[in-house]
């Protein structure tokens, strides 16, 4: 009868160990390295069904997460390495990441410029209100703020159906039959588009904050798709140029800038607002009068601060000062008297 591998494996280590009194103790570890490779190799030729399921599962949790490897993303539009890279304005991308020890960007302070000026932050593409709209139409727009400062002291019945509310994010990327209309907002030259059923109110609330010594500047309004794929595919470059793997870089940069297709730029409901004199994106713009303004004023014309220090957990964007989201005046009142996130109304309201 011929006999097994395992079975000659073993007995060569026993005949090593008597034969020889300076072979025993490096016959008994091949012994019991033996003995253990082959009851691993019999566990998994016993499991074959089990471990097959296990895989399957892994690689279909893999396919479908936002912060998967991106090759299995690629023919969904998430990742295109092979796209050239588009200058674009970063709107989840805050481009400065604080050194946890010693509060200091890890970007060289030549390379950070470099990066926000190819990211639209340079002043050719930054608009105040005076850029935007000519003065025939300044003239004629209605400043009052009568029934901003109205707040919702009864909650009023939110659906999950109404557009000003959609939850834009990883877990609920935005539909692919989203349907907008999007409009011009500048009457001047250039074009920078949102939904159209919200720019009355953004140029309301630019025009009110001006009126009281606050310029505010648009930077960053609706993006496409393949606008964002440029921008997440270049910040991905950019933390490899550093020296992180593709997956290190992938993970990062999908907690700085909004993955593809989870966008709230796509949805036409989001600005990346600045001012006149702060035109950097970083938390510093908390600090200046424009930021603390936005803070305490944009809920009585619609917006939120959509990604707020503190709740980087639920929203899973970095604190992010100058990235604005219409959701409605009632809304908006409600989420900026509670401090909770959009995320966190949908949970308690919808």
Not at 263 to 269: I, V
Not at 271 to 278: P, V
Request: charged share 30%.
């Amino acid at each position: 009868m011929k006999r097994s591998l395992k079975e000659r494996v073993l007995d060569y280590f026993i005949y090593m160990g008597r034969k020889s009194r300076l072979l025993k103790i490096p016959a008994i570890i091949g012994l019991a390295v033996s003995i253990w490779f082959f009851r691993v190799v019999e566990y998994f030729k016993g499991g074959t069904k089990r471990f097959t399921c296990v895989m399957f599962i892994l690689l279909c949790f893999m396919a479908g997460n936002s912060f998967a490897y991106p090759v299995f993303q690629k023919d969904s539009g998430f990742v295109d390495g092979e796209k050239g890279q588009v200058e674009a304005v970063s709107e989840d991308d805050s481009i400065s990441f604080a050194d946890q020890d010693e509060g200091k960007d890890p970007f060289a302070e030549e390379e950070q410029k470099e990066i926000l000026d190819s990211h639209g932050t340079s002043a050719e593409y930054q608009y105040s209100l005076s850029e935007i709209l000519d003065e025939d139409k300044l003239s004629e727009m209605q400043i009052s703020n009568e029934n901003t400062d109205s707040a919702a002291e009864e909650v009023k019945g939110f659906s999950t159906d109404d557009w000003k509310l959609i939850l834009i994010n990883k877990q609920h990327p935005l539909p692919d039959d989203y349907e907008l209309t999007l409009g011009n907002i500048m009457t001047i030259k250039g074009t920078m588009k949102c939904d159209e059923r919200i720019i009355e109110e953004l140029l309301v609330m630019m025009r009110n904050a001006e009126n009281e010594g606050v310029t505010l500047a648009i930077c960053s309004p609706y993006r496409d798709l393949n606008y964002q794929e440029g921008l997440f595919n270049r910040k991905i470059e950019n933390y490899m140029k550093k020296g992180m793997t593709y997956m290190e870089a992938y993970i990062l940069a999908s907690q700085a800038v909004t993955v593809p297709g989870a966008s709230e730029h796509q949805a036409g409901l989001a600005f990346d607002i600045i001012s006149n004199d702060y035109v950097t994106l970083d938390e510093g713009f908390a600090e200046t009068k424009a930021g603390q303004w936005l803070s305490e004023n944009s809920c009585k014309y619609g917006f939120i601060l959509r990604y707020p220090k503190g709740k980087e957990d639920i929203t899973g964007i970095e604190f992010e000062p100058w990235h604005f989201r219409y959701v409605g005046r009632e809304a908006a009142e409600i989420i900026n008297k509670e401090g909770i996130t959009l995320e966190e109304f949908w949970d308690k309201y919808l």
